[in-house]
């Protein structure tokens, strides 16, 4: 079974910056896909990006284009997810999830991890 997690969440002031790490278990192939998810208090579920192994390409959602970027570590399993300008809207559990590729990363993915909180102050 894929495992996957995240590492990086915790506390930052609007306008700082925060990376989140996600790494992981195995090489899932170019057919796979890495997405991030937020999820604040009492709200659904987001989903932030979306990023193919293949190629790397990644869509962004449009809160967040221009702050938050993702970068591939192919030699290490890792997907980061580099997030500036933060805002106090921002502040969620952030989870990262693979699945395959045509799925988008929408919906429900294969596999999980167990998230990391990122708050962030005004």
């Known amino acids: 079974e894929v495992q996957l997690a995240e590492s990086g969440g915790g506390l930052a002031q609007a306008g700082g910056s925060r990376k989140l790490s996600c790494a992981v278990s195995?090489?899932?192939?170019?057919?796979?896909?890495i997405g991030w998810f937020r999820q604040a208090p009492g709200k659904a579920r987001v989903r932030v990006s979306c990023t193919g192994l293949g190629d790397g390409s990644t869509w962004l959602l449009d809160e967040v284009k221009g702050r938050f970027s993702v970068s591939i570590d192919n030699a290490k399993n890792v997907i980061h997810l580099q997030m500036d300008d933060l805002k106090p809207e921002d502040t969620a559990a952030y989870y990262c999830?693979?699945?395959?590729?045509?799925?988008?990363?929408?919906?429900?993915?294969?596999?999980w991890g167990k998230g990391t909180q990122v708050t962030v102050s005004s």
């Open positions: 999830a693979s699945g395959p590729l045509v799925w988008a990363c929408q919906g429900n993915m294969d596999y």
């Open positions: 195995e090489f899932l192939g170019d057919d796979y896909a």
